[in-house]
């Protein structure tokens, strides 16, 4: 490998030095720039910017001068020091609350600094940009659960290329494939939707929520994983994505305007998907896909620990708050009922519960017990978070009562 030439191998323009010359360079400045390492490119820039002698002769002996005379104040910040954070469980290693000892373990409920400085580490003493956070209260989108959920995430992560055997899937009726399809393309344009929701929302937290953020951005991958292994399922087995789902649902969360509202708006859907994948083997046409909605189903029962966790956690620290979800939970009730409603979302299970477009009345019928069951633990999800709707949407009400 050719070296790169020394300053005394390498040839200065006369039209630099002469350009020199004319702003009051001293004489042998351009060897000394170029010795410390800048380019001929770099002194052309600042030739042609006009910078004069005195500022460049300045800026090259602050250059040096910072780095002869270290003052290594950085060394003397007054943070806590002499901490050995070790692993609890030394099977799972050295995890996120292992971290969590002494003043680095301190999360307030008001995080007031809006850069982006980590928890724990010393203020610059200079003013620095604010870095647009918006979320400063801990109650807002804290569960002490994160912590945990975190470490969990990373633990159960699968892979739909290699995790799922694509090579056992066999040729199904058209209609039950049109539906396998159909619910497919649903699904995966609702994993989109809430991953890129939720990623809108994450540079809005502040730095001192840490764990928090470091939990959702597992919940994105994860949805991530969700519209990736649907599609793959709509695309393996002779069939094709169908007709675009309803987006309702979509438009309220996504038109949120604090986290609050957007949490409750998922709350109700991640409580009724779950019970949707629970339930998998109801409406799965073979292995594959009952393996499918048992991945799913764990990393959605992950997500909605976190929302019964941080709705508890909210109501209790801000109870004047409380009558006020109840605005955010009747408005994305509502469009769920609607949704189910549409033939594009109700007929494939229909469909799929029946075991046929000849049986789609019996199909039917069970899918009035799976809506039934989708209600009562999505009551059950907001009991445990010590929460009751009042009142509930009329039309999950009148599921909930047949």
């Known amino acids: 490998m050719s070296q790169a030439p020394s300053t005394e191998q390498m040839e200065i323009p006369q039209e630099a030095r002469d350009k020199a010359r ?24 600042a030739l042609r910017a006009n910078v ?25 910040v007054p943070t806590e020091w002499g901490v050995h954070a070790r692993a609890s469980d030394p099977a799972l290693g050295l995890t996120i609350g292992d971290l969590n000892i002494g003043t680095y373990g301190d999360i307030p409920d008001v995080w007031h600094n809006r ?11 200079k003013p620095l940009e604010d870095m647009g956070y918006t979320i400063f209260e801990k109650a807002i989108v804290w569960a002490d659960c994160v912590v945990p959920l975190y470490e969990t995430a990373i633990r159960d992560r699968w892979i739909s290329a290699t995790d799922l055997n ?16 159909q619910l497919m393309t649903e699904l995966s344009e609702r994993s989109y939707a809430q991953s890129a929701i939720i990623g ?21 991958y994860d949805l991530a994983r969700h519209t990736e292994a649907f599609r793959k399922r709509a695309l393996s087995n002779g069939g094709g994505l169908g007709l675009q789902a309803p987006t309702d649902y979509s438009r309220v969360a996504r038109e949120s ?13 991640d409580s009724m998907l779950l019970t949707l994948y629970r339930n998998g083997d109801l409406i799965a046409q073979n292995q594959l896909e009952r393996d499918l909605y048992a991945f799913c189903a764990r990393d959605r029962q992950r997500l909605m620990d ?72 999505y009551v059950e999800n907001l009991a445990k978070a010590t929460f009751t709707r009042k009142p509930l949407n009329s039309r999950l009400q009148e599921i909930l009562d047949a």
């Open 115 to 125: 850069s982006e400085i980590a928890r724990g580490s010393y203020p610059a003493s």
């Open 22 to 45: 004319e702003l009051g360079w001293e004489e042998g400045i351009i060897e000394t720039a170029l010795a410390k390492g800048h380019s001929l490119q770099e002194i052309w820039q």
């Open 200 to 220: 809108g929302w994450l540079p809005e937290i502040s730095y001192g929520f840490l764990e928090a953020k470091l939990f959702l951005s597992t919940v994105i």
């Open 306 to 377: 976190y929302q019964v966790e941080r709705l508890k956690h909210f109501l209790f620290k801000l109870p004047e708050r409380r009558a006020e979800q109840d605005l955010y939970f009747a408005k994305a009730e509502y469009r769920v009922a609607k949704e189910w409603a549409d033939p594009v979302v109700s007929e494939p299970l229909a469909i799929l519960l029946g075991g046929g477009r000849a049986h789609i009345d019996e199909g039917f019928k069970k899918l009035q017990a799976l809506r039934k069951l989708q209600v009562q633990e």
């Open 257 to 269: 305007r604090s986290y609050p509202e957007l949490a409750d708006s998922f709350f109700v859907y």
């Open 52 to 76: 004069d002698g005195a500022t460049a002769k300045t800026f090259l002996q602050a250059e040096g001068a910072a780095f002869v005379q270290p003052d290594f104040k950085w060394m003397e």
């Open 166 to 181: 694509w090579n056992s899937l066999e040729e199904l009726p058209d209609d039950l494939e049109r539906a396998v399809c």
